[in-house]
């Protein structure tokens, strides 16, 4: 409970005018300094501690979540403003179908109100130019969290300066589980046939008609003419053989050109799944953050983490999570970022020398 009422201790003494012009001021030369350096472009978040914190300062469950949507409000804003385009969380997990269903109800209840309050009363959004991306299995969602989920997606599709992708319900092995299966599909489907080599030039005949001597005899020209044009297109002589000769029987093998033809599954790659993905198109994953102090990623983005990858886990929990426990996260990415960039070059600059040799 002394969690509870230090936090509303806080937010009361944060809400007078003074100290929150202060606050805010403070805020915006901090992003400010930050935007100067390299900026993170793919963030996510495990939003992990919301049930933690409700029991801690004896609420609801319920309210937790509640608390925790305020502190993703917060925080998207701090991302978009220092300059990162895209914010992916971790919102709900297919095994959170397994937790009781008055919690898993609360959940999609409150996922399509604040969804819809997000993209309609809200103007976060807006104002950063964000669009919110639903990245999961539909088909689990019940229809009008389905409907909620479908309408912000719509009102916030103009949007192009930023992305919100919303993992629910997802876990990542999923996600590439169904990468793999589109992938299939697609190299299982045959390629569209391509133009017959044997076709015919209209222009090609007309010039061989004309080009006949008119002293021939109709039936010598035509042989002729045919001869002239089976060489032309690579079909052998048949002498005097009758058509019935060159019709296809039932037995005959098929033409190498009426073949179907299937895509090259040997020029399947990295980038071949990363196109299938629920993320695709989004840059690389730059860093991860977990709050609540577990050190796990619980099925969420294995494939999008690389080597480059920063991965960040918290003692705080959700709900408390804000620019005061961000900002040193961000310091520190700039920091490897620019001692990454530093090391390349210097490595660079002795291929270089040895090179000049």
Request: net charge neutral.
């Amino acid at each position: 409970m002394t969690s509870l009422h230090l936090s509303q201790t806080r937010k009361w003494l944060f809400s007078s005018p003074p100290i929150e012009w202060a606050v805010n001021r403070l805020r915006g030369l901090l992003i400010g300094a930050l935007r100067q350096g390299p900026v993170p472009q793919h963030v996510a978040f495990i939003m992990d501690g919301n049930r933690r914190f409700a029991r801690r300062s004896h609420i609801e469950t319920v309210e937790g979540h509640n608390l925790g949507f305020e502190a993703l409000a917060r925080i998207l804003e701090v991302c978009y403003k220092s300059g990162v385009k895209v914010v992916t969380i971790y919102a709900f997990s297919i095994e959170n179908f397994k937790r009781s269903k008055y919690e898993v109800d609360a959940l999609m209840d409150m996922a399509r109100v604040k969804l819809a309050q997000m993209a309609q009363h809200g103007d976060l959004l807006d104002r950063y130019g964000a669009s919110i991306r639903v990245l999961g299995q539909r088909e689990l969602v019940k229809p009008d969290v389905l409907e909620s989920i479908d309408r912000a997606v719509k009102l916030t599709r103009n949007n192009d300066r930023a992305i919100l992708n919303v993992c629910f319900p997802y876990t990542s092995r999923d996600e590439i589980t169904t990468a793999i299966r589109t992938t299939v599909q697609e190299y299982s489907t045959p390629l569209p046939p391509e133009p017959s080599s044997t076709t015919f030039p209209e222009s090609r005949i007309a010039s061989k008609i004309r080009n006949r001597k008119p002293s021939s005899t109709s039936s010598e020209t035509l042989q002729m003419d045919m001869s002239s044009i089976n060489e032309d297109v690579g079909v052998e002589d048949s002498g005097s053989a009758s058509s019935d000769d060159t019709t296809l029987h039932p037995d005959s093998p098929p033409l190498p050109h009426l073949l179907s033809r299937y895509p090259n599954p040997e020029t399947i790659s990295e980038a071949t799944l990363d196109g299938h993905l629920f993320t695709a198109g989004n840059p690389p994953l730059d860093l991860l953050v977990r709050t609540s102090g577990v050190e796990r990623l619980s099925d969420f983005m294995l494939w999008q983490c690389h080597e480059d990858t920063q991965i960040v886990f918290l003692e705080c929990l959700w709900p408390e999570f804000g620019l005061w426990h961000f900002l040193p996260v961000l310091v520190e990415w700039q920091w490897r970022k620019r001692k990454g960039e530093e090391r390349e070059w210097t490595m660079g600059r002795r291929r270089a020398l040895r090179a000049g040799r």
